[in-house]
C-alpha cells in the first residue's frame, strides 16, 4: 500500500470509492495526478476576476462557451445572472474541478493498470455466510426467524413485501438480517439481530449522508471515523458503536454467496428510540435514520406464494 504524497487538498474533488483505490496507487501515479490537476483546475480567485473583466469571460472560463455565449448576447440576463453567478462561481468553480479530478484519475488509473491490478482481490470469495440454523416456515407462528426474499408482512398499517435479504457478519458480535422491503414506490429496511431471549429490531429509510453533514464523507476519510455526535432532522443521536465484518447477499437464486467488506457506525437518540447508522460497503457510504421497534409490531407474515 501507497501513502498519500504531496497536497491533500485536490483530493476533495474525487468521490470516496476513488479515492479509497487513490490510496493504494504507486507514488509516480499519485505524483502524476496532481501534476495533472495542477495544470486542469480553475481558480475560484481567476473566475472572479474574469466575472468583472470586461468581457465578462468567467463561464467560458469552466467551459460553458453555450451559456457564456447566451450570457453576452443577453447583456448578462440583463444584469440578473451577472449578478447571480457572484453567489454561484464558488460551486462552479467545485463542479469543473470534480469533473477534471475524476478524468484525471480515471486516466491514470487506466495508465496504471488499477483497475486490473484490483480486479482480483480474491480472499472474501472463500468465506460463507455464517450458518443461522434459521428454522422453516410456520404459519401458525409466524416469527422474524421465517423472513426470507419474497415474504411479506403488515407494519406501520402497509403491507411491505421483501425485495432483497442480506447477512451481515460481524467480528465481536452475533449476525444481523437485513431486508429491503417495498410498498408500491415506499423503500425502508427492516434488520434485526438476536440478543439473548430478544431480538433488536430496527425499521429505518435511507437518508444522504450529507444532510447529515457536508463533510462527512471527508471527515471518515481523513480522520477515520464520523463524529460522537450527529444531528439530523432536528434529533441528536451518540455513537454507541462501531462494527466491522461482512455484508453478503442472500438469493434464492444464488447458490454460492460471497462477502463484501463492511465497517458501521450505529448512533441512537438519547432515550434510545431512534436510531442512525452509517455504512461503509463497497466504497460508498450510506445512511440509514429509523427507530427501534417491538418485534411483535411486525404482523402477517406470509410467504408470496402460500
Same mark, same amino acid.
Given at each position: 500500500m501507497s501513502n498519500l504524497i504531496?497536497?491533500?487538498?485536490?483530493?476533495?474533488?474525487?468521490?470516496?470509492?476513488?479515492?479509497?483505490?487513490?490510496?493504494?496507487?504507486?507514488?509516480?501515479?499519485?505524483?502524476?495526478?496532481?501534476?495533472? %490537476? @495542477?495544470?486542469?483546475? $480553475?481558480?475560484? &480567485?481567476?473566475?472572479y476576476l474574469l466575472h468583472f473583466f470586461p468581457l465578462h469571460v468567467s463561464l467560458g472560463y469552466v467551459g460553458k462557451w453555450l451559456?457564456?455565449?447566451?450570457?453576452?448576447?443577453?447583456?448578462?440576463?440583463?444584469?440578473?445572472?451577472?449578478?447571480?453567478?457572484?453567489?454561484?462561481i464558488p460551486s462552479e468553480i467545485k463542479n469543473f474541478n470534480r469533473k477534471v479530478a475524476q478524468e484525471i484519475f480515471k486516466d491514470i488509473?487506466?495508465?496504471?493498470?488499477?483497475?486490473?491490478?484490483?480486479?482480483?482481490?480474491?480472499?472474501k470469495a472463500l468465506i460463507k455466510p455464517k450458518v443461522?440454523?434459521?428454522?422453516?416456515?410456520?404459519?401458525?407462528?409466524?416469527?422474524?426467524?421465517?423472513?426470507?426474499?419474497?415474504?411479506?408482512?403488515?407494519l406501520d398499517g402497509k403491507t411491505w413485501q421483501i425485495v432483497e435479504e442480506y447477512q451481515q457478519d460481524f467480528? %465481536? @458480535?452475533?449476525?444481523? $438480517?437485513?431486508? &429491503?422491503?417495498?410498498?408500491?414506490?415506499?423503500?425502508?429496511f427492516l434488520r434485526y439481530s438476536n440478543e439473548g431471549y430478544f431480538k433488536k429490531?430496527?425499521?429505518?429509510?435511507?437518508?444522504?449522508v450529507f444532510q447529515i453533514d457536508p463533510e462527512l464523507e471527508r471527515k471518515i476519510r481523513t480522520?477515520?471515523?464520523?463524529?460522537?455526535?450527529?444531528?439530523?432532522?432536528?434529533?441528536?443521536?451518540?455513537?454507541?458503536?462501531?462494527?466491522s465484518g461482512l455484508m453478503f447477499k442472500v438469493s434464492k437464486s444464488d447458490a454460492d454467496v460471497v462477502g463484501d467488506s463492511m465497517k458501521t457506525w450505529h448512533y441512537f437518540n438519547e432515550d434510545r428510540t431512534l436510531t442512525l447508522k452509517i455504512e461503509s460497503y463497497r466504497n460508498k457510504l450510506k445512511a440509514f435514520q429509523g427507530?427501534?421497534?417491538?418485534?411483535?409490531?411486525?404482523?402477517d407474515i406470509l410467504p408470496y406464494k402460500v
Open positions: 504531496l497536497s491533500q487538498k485536490d483530493l476533495k474533488y474525487l468521490p470516496y470509492s476513488m479515492l479509497v483505490e487513490f490510496k493504494e496507487m504507486p507514488q509516480e501515479a499519485q505524483y502524476e495526478f496532481f501534476q495533472e %490537476m @495542477k495544470k486542469f483546475k $480553475r481558480s475560484k &480567485v481567476i473566475m451559456e457564456q455565449f447566451l450570457f453576452w448576447i443577453t447583456g448578462g440576463g440583463f444584469g440578473v445572472w451577472w449578478l447571480v453567478l457572484l453567489f454561484t488509473a487506466l495508465k496504471y493498470g488499477i483497475k486490473k491490478r484490483y480486479k482480483h482481490t480474491p480472499p443461522l440454523n434459521l428454522p422453516e416456515f410456520d404459519p401458525t407462528q409466524p416469527t422474524l426467524d421465517h423472513l426470507k426474499e419474497g415474504f411479506m408482512f403488515d467480528k %465481536m @458480535k452475533n449476525s444481523e $438480517r437485513l431486508f &429491503v422491503c417495498h410498498h408500491d414506490l415506499e423503500e425502508k429490531v430496527l425499521w429505518s429509510k435511507a437518508v444522504n480522520q477515520g471515523n464520523p463524529a460522537n455526535i450527529l444531528y439530523l432532522n432536528g434529533h441528536r443521536f451518540y455513537k454507541e458503536n462501531i462494527e427507530k427501534v421497534i417491538d418485534e411483535n409490531n411486525i404482523t
